[in-house]
């Protein structure tokens, strides 16, 4: 089965503090996503790596940066977190070849700034 | 990429069969249609991908008519445990399209005893 981990399944931090979410996968994959989720706004992409040190913006990457040194871990970083960053982050990878849609997410990590 | 309808939400009871349908009116030549499943305070779950007809897994069934502009995902004899956000997602294969995923905010499903 793959698996996706991720560093923390709660965090709290303080406004701002620089904020590192790690997040790891052990299928070999080439794809890897950062999402935060809140309520009534389904899914969001932050954003997406397609291999090392590759990155893409998602969506909403405003207040965002993200590493990828090696393959199988993606790092989402929180430059100067505000309260408005308080939500669900969720990391996902998938394989390139086949759909990109089949993505594997990790239990994801719930972020609150004070 | 093709945008999605799907309910907001929808209730059954253990033991039905449930339907949940998503409208994809704008859907390309080359997209795919997939499903996805979230349970509280967990990430999703792909559940079931397919491009036209009918597409079975051992967790669910995927209808598409010829024209496929909707979808219809398929789940039998459900139970309790089956009480979840359902997303539905439309988009073409590839790394490429990775990035204009769109999840939405998807169908909640409740299921009673």
């Known amino acids: 089965d793959v698996k996706v981990t991720q560093s923390s399944r709660y965090l709290v931090k303080r406004t701002g503090e620089k904020v590192f979410l790690e997040c790891v996968q052990d299928m070999d994959h080439e794809n890897m996503f950062w999402y935060r989720q809140d309520p009534g706004l389904g899914l969001r992409l932050i954003y997406f790596?397609?291999?090392?040190?590759?990155?893409e913006k998602g969506d909403i990457p405003e207040g965002y940066s993200v590493s990828r040194e090696k393959k199988e871990r993606f790092s989402l970083i929180l430059e100067s977190a505000s309260t408005n960053q308080t939500s669900m982050y969720l990391c996902?990878?998938?394989?390139?070849?086949?759909?990109?849609?089949?993505?594997?997410f990790g239990p994801g990590t719930r972020l609150t700034v004070t | 990429l093709a945008k999605t309808t799907q309910p907001i939400s929808m209730d059954s009871y253990e033991g039905q069969e449930v339907n949940i349908t998503c409208s994809h009116n704008?859907?390309?030549?080359?997209?795919?249609i997939t499903w996805y499943q979230q349970f509280p305070s967990q990430g999703p779950r792909f559940i079931i991908q397919g491009y036209k007809t009918k597409v079975t897994n051992e967790v669910a069934s995927l209808f598409i008519p010829a024209d496929r502009k909707s979808s219809t995902l398929s789940l039998p004899r459900v139970s309790l445990s089956d009480t979840a956000v359902y997303y539905c997602?439309?988009?073409?294969?590839?790394?490429?399209?990775?990035?204009?995923?769109?999840f939405g905010s998807g169908t909640r499903l409740s299921i009673r005893p």
């Open positions: 790596s397609y291999d090392v040190k590759m990155k």
């Open positions: 997602l439309v988009g073409p294969p590839g790394y490429s399209s990775a990035s204009k995923i769109i």
């Open positions: 704008n859907i390309a030549t080359n997209d795919y």
């Open positions: 996902a990878s998938s394989p390139q070849s086949g759909s990109s849609y089949e993505q594997y």
